[in-house]
């Protein structure tokens, strides 16, 4: 058993457990995943019934508990059927769709909406297995509630906080990442965006990942700063 401490603190309880994946392991795991395959029938499955703008449950809990839960990354399948089953109670099933708040939604367009989410999330986990790999830092931190809130990764050094900030090199992405730091997000000096060009990213199998030399950059810029 690797359970580090199990910690009852007032109304909430805490599990703390050994996590023994490293980025190896991941691009392991993903070399034989068949995403490519298996997004091909969601392809054209884009806004069926305005589900792109509704505030469907977060996938990003669902994947790394998951990972906590398994100690491995969950299949594009395995993330589906876990995301339907944990939220059970906020989804009512129909036949191919699936009522939620009041509205009819066709499963495979949330389904889609799901996959197109997968990417990122293996690419955002591998990198943060990249970081604290490096053993450059004091903590490097992932928080599925920092995540929602528009903080990617957290690292301490030398006593200071940075926020790490990624995102794939396209129009789409860094418009969006724009937005959102003027809506929401004002990080001043210690956000460091590390930006994936696709066109020269390393591909594990059907995925583009961040590789060591995206390390050595926010080391550099740490160090500059």
Request: charged share 30%; aromatic share 12%.
């Amino acid at each position: 058993m690797n359970i580090i401490d199990i910690k009852f603190c007032n109304d909430e309880v805490y599990e703390l457990k050994k996590v023994a994946l490293t980025s190896e392991d991941v691009e392991r795991q993903i070399r034989s995943i068949n995403y490519n395959g298996i997004y091909e029938k969601y392809r054209e499955v884009k806004d069926e019934n305005g589900v792109e703008k509704e505030n469907i449950p977060y996938l990003c809990p669902i994947f790394y508990h998951y990972i906590f839960a398994n100690n491995t990354v969950p299949s594009p399948n395995e993330l589906i059927d876990e995301y339907f089953k944990i939220y059970d109670d906020v989804f009512t099933h129909r036949e191919d769709t699936v009522l939620y708040r009041g509205r009819n939604y066709k499963r495979i367009a949330i389904e889609a909406r799901l996959l197109r989410t997968y990417p990122s999330l293996i690419r955002d986990f591998h990198f943060y297995l990249l970081l604290k790999e490096t053993r450059a830092f004091t903590k490097v931190i992932y928080s599925c509630n920092e995540d929602i809130a528009g903080r990617d990764i957290k690292i301490v050094h030398n006593g200071q906080e940075y926020i790490v900030s990624l995102m794939v090199q396209t129009k789409r992405s860094l418009f969006f990442k724009k937005r959102k730091n003027e809506i929401r997000h004002q990080y001043g000096d210690n956000e460091i965006q590390i930006k994936l060009d696709l066109k020269k990213a390393k591909t594990i199998g059907d995925f583009y990942v961040y590789d060591k030399s995206h390390t050595v950059t926010l080391i550099r810029t740490i160090k500059e700063t």
